[in-house]
């Protein structure tokens, strides 16, 4: 059975170690150690068994939600576990009056775009150059959240 909850510093290696084998400019360790003490931000980590599967990372602002990274491990991938993850972003989201989540996303990421498509993300926007090593565009990628409430 899948497990989201917040992630504790116990769940920092599993996380930085899942960043650098998906991310081309990871989380570093201080970077996630400061983001865990913003009250901005939010850290979720997916596990089954108490076995570290994925984990998001986000912050609210104002009325609005921006999603700075999911991954999941390889080999937990298909799961459901990305799919869980986004479901309680959405019910924090939700319970925090945000109208509207934000995420960028490399358009060469085809099943990370087919996650959030199915998850009822729609593309709002394509930036130009947005990603570095290697330079990439980015889908710009929302959900409304007052939709969801309507």
Do not use: W
Not at 61 to 87: C, M, P, T
Not at 122 to 148: Q, S
């Amino acid at each position: 059975m899948i497990k989201i909850k917040k992630a504790s510093e116990a769940d920092f290696g599993d996380i930085l170690k899942t960043e650098k084998e998906y991310f081309s400019q990871p989380l570093t360790a201080k970077t996630l150690e400061e983001t865990a003490k913003n009250p901005d931000y939010v850290i979720l980590t997916a596990k089954a068994d108490g076995i570290y599967a994925g984990h998001a990372v986000f912050y609210i602002a104002d009325s609005r939600a921006e999603i700075i990274s999911v991954a999941i491990k390889k080999s937990e991938q298909k799961k459901g576990y990305g799919k869980a993850l986004l479901s309680e972003i959405k019910k924090i989201c939700s319970k925090n009056g945000i109208k509207e989540i934000l995420l960028d996303v490399r358009i060469s990421n085809s099943a990370a775009v087919a996650l959030y498509k199915i998850s009822d993300f729609e593309i709002i926007a394509e930036r130009k150059n947005f990603y570095e090593h290697p330079k990439e565009n980015a889908y710009t990628m929302k959900f409304d959240l007052k939709k969801d409430t309507e």
